[in-house]
């Protein structure tokens, strides 16, 4: 099993920062890919930022420039660091790993950007 766990969300004014993190306990073996997804109300769920085991990281056209991944392959942890936010950055935030394909999420964090 599995547990993705996220902190770091809350409420920030636009412009501000936040730095979001997620720590994988448990049999965390194994695991590939792991990233961040968001969703906001009346929205699909959309990726934000992939980093893979390789080093290929994948952002959202939407978030280039201004969210950066960083990873700790090694303890299974992945963060983001959010810059510059915007109203339409207001989602939950939903930790993401791939281990054996068989995807795993995170419980969600709200991030709130007030204009």
């Known amino acids: 099993q599995v547990q993705l766990v996220e902190s770091g969300g809350g409420l920030v004014q636009a412009g501000g920062s936040l730095r979001l993190s997620c720590a994988a306990s448990?049999?965390?073996?194994?695991?590939?890919?792991m990233g961040w997804y968001r969703q906001a109300p009346g929205k699909q769920r959309e990726l934000v930022a992939i980093?893979?085991?390789?080093?290929?990281?994948n952002y959202a056209d939407s978030v280039k420039g201004r969210f950066t991944i960083s990873r700790d392959n090694a303890k299974k942890t992945v963060s983001l660091q959010m810059n510059s936010l915007k109203p339409e950055d207001t989602a939950v935030y939903y930790c993401?790993?791939?281990?054996?394909?068989?995807?795993?999420w995170g419980q969600g964090t709200q991030v709130t950007v007030s204009s």
């Open positions: 993401y790993a791939l281990r054996r394909g068989w995807p795993v």
């Open positions: 448990g049999v965390i073996f194994e695991i590939n890919t």
């Open positions: 980093d893979t085991s390789g080093g290929a990281t």
